[in-house]
């Protein structure tokens, strides 16, 4: 397996326009969440999945976010519009079974920076 | 207080032990973690302890839990130039990871 996958790894784009990041996470994990790290707000988790139902979208900052997982092998998080504040480093980790589950990956991020 | 806080910075010689210590905020909490970032990669889980255990060692790492003050240390020993990185804490708490700030180590040679 190759890990978790993210498409893609750097992104560039002006303000307003749609980005949508992508994630692949590992064959037979279960659960799938979205973070996202800033320097000043550190690691915030937006939303995760379990066996691609959103279980938790507390964390997702507004209306402008949203995530789907159709299938077990793919996920996105699109941002419409974005804003120079989501600018932030994006992971997706992919995990089997929960608390404790020492089968937990991150991928490797995808850098956003809205202009 | 809701965050779970560790130090941000701590500087040591190759060869020292380094402790990187995490104060988190649920005590009924399961399970916790130590994960390392190195530059430019996401999260790689080190180990993580349950919450019955005192302590747990892996190698060169040894996890301490003092559950009373709801404290969580890492101990690195003989750390090397290769463990310079942020070391992030979490706790599992009410379905979620919940992480700290981060501690960046870094070893001088």
């Known amino acids: 397996d190759a890990g978790v996958i993210q498409s893609p790894r750097h992104e560039v784009t002006e303000m307003g326009q749609e980005v949508t990041l992508r994630c692949k996470p590992i064959s037979g994990h279960d659960y799938l969440f979205w973070y996202r790290q800033t320097m000043m707000r550190g690691l915030e988790l937006l939303i995760y999945f379990n066996n691609n139902v959103p279980i938790d979208d507390s964390g997702m900052p507004e209306d402008r976010f949203s995530a789907k997982m159709p299938n077990a092998s793919f996920s996105t998080l699109k941002i419409q519009p974005s804003e120079p504040r989501d600018s932030a480093v994006y992971f997706c980790?992919?995990?089997?079974?929960?608390?404790?589950?020492?089968?937990?990956?991150f991928g490797p991020g995808t850098r956003l920076t809205v202009l | 207080g809701e965050d779970v806080e560790q130090s941000l910075f701590l500087s040591v010689r190759e060869g020292d032990s380094s402790v990187i210590n995490c104060t988190y905020t649920?005590?009924?909490?399961?399970?916790l973690y130590w994960y390392k970032q190195e530059p430019g990669a996401g999260l790689q889980l080190l180990t993580y302890i349950f919450s019955n255990m005192d302590m747990k060692q892996d190698q060169r790492l040894t996890v301490l839990l003092n559950k009373k003050d709801k404290h969580l240390s890492l101990r690195i020993a003989d750390t090397q130039t290769g463990d310079s990185a942020i070391y992030f804490c979490a706790e599992f708490r009410t379905g979620k990871l919940i992480f700290g700030q981060g501690t960046t180590l870094q070893v001088k040679p």
């Open positions: 980790a992919s995990i089997r079974g929960l608390a404790g589950a020492s089968e937990q990956f």
């Open positions: 649920d005590s009924s909490s399961t399970y």
